[in-house]
C-alpha cells in the first residue's frame, strides 16, 4: 500500500491544480462556493482577521482565502510538492503564507494562538482522531472557529481511496463526539455524493462529515467534576 505522503505527492506533481480547478477557488464572496465553503467564509470574514491554522492544506485554497481576508495563516501540509504549490500559488495571489510541510502527527501546534483551525478533508487519513482534535483544540483561543470535513461510513469507501490507509468515522462518531459541549453553527452530512473533484479516477461517489463549531474548551480533557 502506498503512503499518504507518496500517493498526494503523485497526484500533485501529475496534475497543475488537483483539488479546487473552478475559478471561483479564490473568490471571497460566500456565493462563489459550496453552502458549507460558503459558510465557513462567511463566518472567517466576520471575525476576521486574526491567526488561522490550516492542516492538511492541500494546494492551500482555504488558507489562501483566509490570507486574502488578513489572517495570518500557517499551512501543515504532509505532501512536498503541495507545499511547493502553496508557496507558488499564494505568491501569484500576492498574499503570503507560512508553509510547513510536516505531518499533522507530529507538528508542534502551540497553544492558544489561532482564532481559526480548519481540518478540510485531513481527518479521513488520521486514524487517532481525538490526539490531533485536542491539539488542534489546545492550539486554539476560546472561541476559535474549527471547519472540519471528512469521509463518513455512510457509504463504503470507493475503491480508488483505497490505496491509501483511510479511516472515516461514522455520523456522531468519535469527531462529532468531541465536539459535544462546543457550539455547533453547522453540521451537516452528505451521502453518496457523486465526486468530481479528482482528475483521473473513474466515477465514485463519497458521504462526508462537515460541521463548523466554536471550539469553547476541550470537553474530553477537562471534564465537569461530578
Ligand atoms: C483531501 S486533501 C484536502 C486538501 C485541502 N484541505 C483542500 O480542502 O483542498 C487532504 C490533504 O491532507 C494531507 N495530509 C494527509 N495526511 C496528512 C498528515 N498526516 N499531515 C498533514 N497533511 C496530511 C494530504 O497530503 C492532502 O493534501
New binding site residues.
Given amino acids: 500500500m502506498e503512503s499518504?505522503?507518496e500517493?498526494?505527492?503523485h497526484q500533485?506533481r501529475r496534475h497543475r491544480r488537483?483539488?479546487?480547478r473552478e475559478d471561483n477557488r479564490y473568490s471571497l464572496d460566500p456565493r462563489d462556493h459550496t453552502a458549507f465553503n460558503g459558510q465557513a467564509l462567511r463566518l472567517a470574514a466576520a471575525r476576521g482577521p486574526g491567526r488561522a491554522l490550516?492542516?492538511?492544506?492541500?494546494?492551500?485554497?482555504?488558507s489562501i482565502r483566509l490570507a486574502k481576508l488578513g489572517y495570518e495563516v500557517d499551512a501543515?501540509?504532509?505532501?512536498a510538492v503541495?507545499c511547493e504549490k502553496i508557496e507558488r500559488f499564494a505568491h501569484a495571489e500576492g498574499v503570503r503564507l507560512n508553509v510547513r510541510n510536516?505531518?499533522?502527527?507530529t507538528?508542534r501546534l502551540g497553544q492558544g494562538r489561532y482564532d481559526v483551525v480548519?481540518?478540510?478533508?485531513?481527518l479521513?487519513?488520521?486514524d487517532d482522531k481525538e490526539d490531533l482534535l485536542h491539539r488542534a483544540s489546545r492550539a486554539s483561543i476560546f472561541g476559535a472557529l474549527h471547519v472540519i470535513?471528512l469521509f463518513s461510513t455512510a457509504t463504503p469507501l470507493p475503491y480508488e481511496h483505497a490505496a491509501v490507509g483511510v479511516f472515516p468515522d461514522s455520523e456522531q462518531g468519535a469527531v462529532e463526539r468531541f465536539y459535544q459541549g462546543n457550539r455547533t453553527l453547522i453540521r451537516m452530512y452528505e451521502r453518496a455524493k457523486p465526486e468530481t473533484s479528482h482528475p483521473g479516477f473513474s466515477e465514485h461517489v463519497h458521504s462526508y462529515i462537515k460541521l463548523i463549531a466554536n471550539h469553547s474548551g476541550d470537553q474530553t480533557c477537562h471534564p465537569q467534576p461530578i
Avoid: Q
Fill in positions: 499518504v505522503r500517493f498526494f505527492d500533485y488537483y483539488w479546487w490550516d492542516v492538511g492544506a492541500g494546494e492551500g485554497a482555504d501543515v501540509e504532509l505532501s503541495a510536516e505531518s499533522a502527527h507538528a480548519v481540518l478540510n478533508g485531513l479521513h487519513y488520521i470535513s
